[in-house]
């Protein structure tokens, strides 16, 4: 059962990634009509979207359909895969404000640009120009998304049903990145404040959301999805949670051959995670101070992340921190095991939470 | 009649002021139930786009739904409205890019954060926690348009046949931008991809696509609409261009009491306008020296723009100019007075058209 729930997933990614493919294509064609300075931009925005990811929001959406019983079409498919212009947009602009170099192993796209501008001898300065780039490729990759969703061939009663969810969890997103980034001028961390920024950022954008907007695709009538919807709260919110604590305990003790980012990335950003919240709250005053200095210092060797992984460790918060996991995933289940769930969704929600918490990257 | 249509227009002004100061009071009081930390947010885009701002594209909107011969319900109003959300995007997104200091004699939105995380006394970096404010707002503002688009309270089939106009002008927008940037990278400039980059930020972006806008709001049947679609592009792009034109005369001669902007702004900024590029193509070689080793110098005093404007002025480039916006005036002139133009509408066109070209700022 649970290997065809992940071969049900497997097939979705691909159909989505194969959407993808076409829609960018196809904008490519149209730009190009523009002025040929802006292949580049195709060229960025293709290699960003096409050549990774996890394509997580999509196949929620897909879960968040199947909740209801009925099978998606090829319209349907391409109205998931507009939420991974949308998580591009994201990611362009978060390495953008948090001034990361890479992303997934390659340059982020404001150090791309930087690198172009270089390359070509261009007028004027390269940061100056990477940035702006970074801006405007978010943004195009924000009106695609909601291109490609108007373009999808879904029924019109559909997606004016999936507008409103799909505003909604745009505005949460936003007001989420927002308090992320407030949150780093805190003078001290909080677990209730890094709890609310997972649950907007991760909870409500990465997993609620992307259910219900699968969902509202497959029941137009507001009032008769009602109690799906509230399961599907009930089964996402918790889950998203898990998984930006998952998040958090590999922003410091993921393998970077696998996350693709460099070891100990958090420490060296001095990421406020609900993780490091704990940790400071039970560190002792001394190994707070410790942990403390090396936040945000990017010339950490390994040996002196290996040290802050270990005063981590031991403050217990790391056991906590995968305690609450293991709480809200199974929260997360009974929801999944909900009557309101049609039988043939339940498999792909239990694979989704498994390997949305389970994860190595 | 003139003054029957400046009357109108006023009174449609007001409106939309009225409508997005509904707007942004719902959404401050939504984002409030997230998190006080939203405050500053919502202070800082009311006061954005509340306070100042020539309401062009909601009136240019206005004009394209009159020409079918209809009147605008409060629901078209804002959608309308709509535009002045995307157009703050647009404008925050523009000032991060360009470093620029001020807009409209207040700090720019980059700045004002900057301000607000040196006054708290914020952990972190001031200028990087401005900047991510920034790039954040005006996501915000441009998924905000989208919202108050969707939830004006059109009728489905109006709201339908808006979209794919409102998604072309969106990607033309940010196509144009990155036109704009990336020819600052140029090592010299030229005509015609300046007036390129005027007509899909001026052009389709600011007119002709806020009239296809109000357009497909009114007429929902796309063929039904056609003729009158080509007539508004030809009142359209040629006074956007002229839109543009006016603009680059104002960014160098402009009053400082009256454009808001630094005087010789252009010229501090090294932009590379049309007005810019005819200048460098008709000086004799050592004036185009001068005039270069001028453009991006932000310490130029009083007398050294006087200096370069004498210089732009003696190539004749500022009657060209003048002439050029002449022309393409009396192009949108005649199709204003097309017959597929409600005779009712035809002195807003008039009116919107010589107002836009005869502007001081």
Chains 1, 2 share one sequence.
Not at 104 to 123: T, V
Not at 142 to 153: C, E, N, R
Not at 164 to 191: C, F, N, T, W
Not at 293 to 307: K, W, Y
């Amino acid at each position: 059962m649970v290997n065809d729930a992940r071969g049900t997933l497997l097939e979705i990614r691909e159909q989505v990634q194969s959407e993808l493919t076409s829609y960018l294509a196809l904008q490519r064609e149209y730009l190009a009509t523009i002025g040929s300075e802006l292949i580049p931009v195709c060229d960025a925005l293709e290699s960003f979207v096409l050549d990774g990811g996890k394509r997580l929001r999509p196949l929620f959406a897909y879960a968040g359909f199947s909740a209801t019983g009925l099978h998606p079409t090829a319209a349907d498919i391409r109205a998931f895969a507009s939420l991974e212009l949308l998580q591009a947009c994201a990611l362009i602009h978060d390495d953008l404000m948090d001034r990361s170099d890479t992303r997934r192993g390659k340059p982020a796209i404001h150090r791309h640009f930087e690198n172009l501008h270089q390359e070509q001898a261009m007028s004027g300065l390269a940061d100056q120009f990477g940035e702006a780039a970074a801006v405007l490729l978010g943004d195009l990759a924000l009106v695609w998304s909601d291109h490609l969703l108007h373009t999808s061939g879904v029924s019109d009663s559909a997606l004016l049903s999936a507008l409103s969810v799909h505003d909604e969890m745009r505005i949460e997103l936003m007001a989420g990145q927002y308090l992320d980034v407030r949150e780093a001028g805190e003078k001290s961390p909080s677990v209730d404040r890094s709890l609310r920024i997972a649950r907007y950022k991760s909870g409500k954008y990465t997993i609620e959301r992307p259910l219900h907007l699968g969902a509202s695709l497959a029941i137009t009538d507001k009032k008769a999805g009602q109690q799906l919807v509230n399961v599907l709260s009930a089964y996402g919110l918790p889950l998203g949670e898990a998984f930006q604590l998952r998040d958090d305990l590999l922003g410091i003790f993921g393998d970077p051959a696998i996350t693709g980012k460099p070891a100990g990335d958090d420490i060296r950003e001095g990421k406020r995670t609900v993780l490091m919240a704990m940790t400071l709250e039970r560190a002792s005053t001394s190994a707070a101070k410790e942990i403390t200095a090396a936040l945000g210092r990017d010339d950490l060797t390994a040996s002196d992340i290996e040290n802050v992984r270990s005063l981590i460790t031991a403050t217990g918060a790391v056991k906590d921190v995968e305690d609450l996991i293991d709480g809200l995933l199974s929260n997360a289940l009974s929801a999944a095991n909900s009557a309101e769930i049609n039988p043939s969704a339940r498999e792909l929600l239990i694979e989704l939470a498994t390997s949305a918490t389970r994860r190595s990257h």
